[in-house]
């Protein structure tokens, strides 16, 4: 029988467990929650490279942050809105985690989209898209 680790599993709580302790919004994996959230859904495991005794794989992780403006896109709500996703940014950039021992290498935010949901528009987001390699050895 084999054995394995569920290497996603770990780059996902490893990456809840960094952004809640960075900032005092809750973190969730199912559902934005009160007047402002960070959901956080896996997107892609693919393969990067094989080699003798294991592999790297991409792993694609998308934070969406979430804010309940009341019914108004403010300069002050995108402002809040901007910041976070700013932090978040910045907490993943190469002088500080792009590179966690035994769950990731070259992480980084690669992209930040801003949306106003479609349905109610008190609410506004930014889709934080969150890449890293990790190596699965055997």
């Known amino acids: ?6 290497k996603i ?12 302790d960075e900032v005092s919004i809750p973190v969730t994996f199912n559902e934005h929650i009160g007047n402002h959230s960070i ?5 892609e495991d693919n393969l990067n490279q ?3 005794s294991g592999q790297t794989r991409d792993y694609t992780i998308t934070m ?8 108004d896109m403010s ?3 995108f402002k809040q809105l901007s ?5 978040l940014k910045r907490l993943f950039a ?17 992209n930040v989209t801003y949306e106003r949901d479609e349905e109610d528009e008190s609410k506004i987001r930014a889709i934080i898209t969150f890449n890293c390699t990790g190596l699965e050895a055997s």
Not at 1 to 6: G, S, V
Not at 9 to 20: C, E, G, H
Not at 39 to 43: A, K, V
């Open 1 to 6: 029988m084999i054995t394995y680790t569920n």
């Open 9 to 20: 599993n770990n780059v996902i709580d490893k990456l809840a467990n960094l952004v809640a």
């Open 39 to 43: 959901l956080i859904t896996p997107e």
């Open 50 to 52: 094989i080699l003798a």
């Open 64 to 71: 969406s942050y979430q804010l309940n403006t009341g019914g």
């Open 75 to 77: 300069e002050n709500a």
């Open 83 to 87: 910041n976070t996703a700013e932090h």
């Open 94 to 110: 190469p002088d500080n985690n792009a590179n966690v021992t035994d769950y990731w290498f070259n992480g980084r935010v690669e």
